[in-house]
Structures are given as structure tokens and as C-alpha cells.
């Protein structure tokens, strides 16, 4: 199975700050036909999970553009340029190259 | 607006059966592979089973295999996860969920069903 490494686990941050969170696979994540499946999700305390990033960089329609995600092969990063209060909750990455998908221990975001 | 409503969850002593259901409305159901997800009080996203969008095709978890069944009626836009030999590491809240992985949006989650598997 590909293991999928976050870190850090937990990650206070001040409102208005950058924040950057790491995702590490056990093997590539570049599917036969090129593309690479790796989703980052948020959940905010209370609620389901949203998928904020598909294919590493692709933002979600209404996903607000502070988020990015980057990376290739086995390295994948989620940035946030400037926390806002409603980005606080857990963030997973998820792959979808491999059987059976995975997902990440998940990082905790907390605003200081 | 699109919905994923969960239900058939509760408790259940170890080694019985469940069968949770997802109600599926506002986008082409019989059009999307589906999956279903758990998560464990306080703990992470576990990914467990995946079915194609005409329901022939199945993955599922090694830790669910054999005792876990998925499948679909796009007839009434209906998933389902039949449990068998259910343990108390089951427990968790399971949600329904389309994930495309080829494709943006279309990225929808139920509101989950909690499973207790208890004595």
C-alpha cells in the first residue's frame, strides 16, 4: 500500500500567517497514464470532508486561491499564503493512484 | 443542490451484521464511482471500499475484505454497505462519497453515519 506521511501533525498558526504542510508518499504517485492522483481535503471540526485540491495543484471550484498545492512523484506540499479563522480543522492528503487509496495521518491547523 | 444522506448506523454487539445505506440526489448517480470512508472517533480518514458507476467493479479494503460489501441501485439512485462480522475496530463514522480522481468537482460527501460495535 502507499503510506502517506503529513507533517507536521499539529500546526498552530497566527491568523495572517503562511502555514505549509508537508505529504510524503511510500511510492510514486504517477499513475500509468501520466497523471497524478494526489487530493488534498480539509475538515472542519464538526463537519464532513471537502476536497480543496485534485491531481496535486487543481483547486476546486470555490476553494479560495491562498490555497496551493505543488509537488511531484512522492513530495506534495499544501501552502496557505494567509490563514484566515475558517481554516482551522484537519487536513488530509489523499492518493488515488494506487490500490487501495490512502490517506494521510492528517495535520491539525490551529489559529493562534 | 446535491445530497448524500447516510443512514442505517447504531449499535451493534461484535460478530453481527449492518447494512448502511446512501441516498444519492442532485447529479448523474449511475454516472459516478463511489466509495465509502470511515473514521474512527477522534482518529483519521480511512479509505474502505470503491465501487465502479455500474456497480461491477469493486476494491476493497484488506481490512474489510470478505467481510464488507458494497454495491449500488442506480435504479434508485441507492449505495450500500452491507457489514458482516463486524469487530469493535469497526466503529466509526462512515461516509458516502464520490472522488473523482480523473476530473475537478463532482467531490461530494454525506454527513456520515456513526457504527458502534460494542458488547
Known amino acids: 500500500d502507499a503510506v502517506m506521511t503529513q507533517s507536521p501533525l499539529s500546526l498552530p498558526v497566527t491568523l495572517g500567517q503562511p502555514a505549509s504542510i508537508s505529504c510524503r508518499s511510500s511510492e510514486s504517485l504517477v499513475h500509468t497514464g501520466g497523471q497524478t492522483y494526489l487530493n488534498w481535503l480539509q475538515q472542519r471540526p464538526g463537519q464532513s470532508p471537502r476536497r480543496l485540491i485534485y491531481q496535486v495543484s487543481n483547486r476546486e471550484t470555490g476553494v479560495p486561491d491562498r490555497f496551493s498545492g505543488s509537488g511531484s512523484g512522492t513530495d506534495f506540499t499544501l501552502k496557505i499564503s494567509r490563514v484566515e479563522a475558517e481554516d482551522a480543522g484537519v487536513y488530509y492528503c489523499m492518493q488515488g493512484t494506487h490500490w487501495p487509496y490512502t490517506f494521510g495521518q492528517g495535520t491539525k491547523l490551529e489559529i493562534q | 443542490e446535491v445530497l448524500l444522506v447516510e443512514s442505517g448506523g447504531g449499535l451493534i454487539r461484535p460478530g453481527g451484521s449492518l447494512r448502511l445505506s446512501c441516498a444519492a440526489s442532485g447529479f448523474t448517480f449511475s454516472g459516478d464511482s463511489m466509495n465509502w470512508v470511515r473514521q474512527a472517533p477522534g482518529k483519521g480518514l480511512e479509505w474502505v471500499s470503491w465501487?465502479?458507476?455500474?456497480?461491477?467493479?469493486?476494491v476493497d479494503a484488506k481490512s474489510v475484505e470478505g467481510r464488507f460489501t458494497m454495491s449500488r441501485d442506480n435504479a434508485k439512485n441507492l449505495l450500500f454497505l452491507q457489514m458482516t462480522s463486524l469487530r469493535e475496530e469497526d466503529t466509526a463514522v462512515y461516509y458516502c462519497?464520490?472522488?473523482?480522481?480523473?476530473?475537478?468537482?463532482?467531490?461530494?460527501w454525506g454527513q456520515g453515519v456513526l457504527v458502534t460495535v460494542s458488547s
Open positions: 462519497a464520490t472522488i473523482p480522481m480523473v476530473r475537478g468537482g463532482g467531490a461530494y
Open positions: 465501487i465502479s458507476p455500474d456497480g461491477r467493479t469493486r
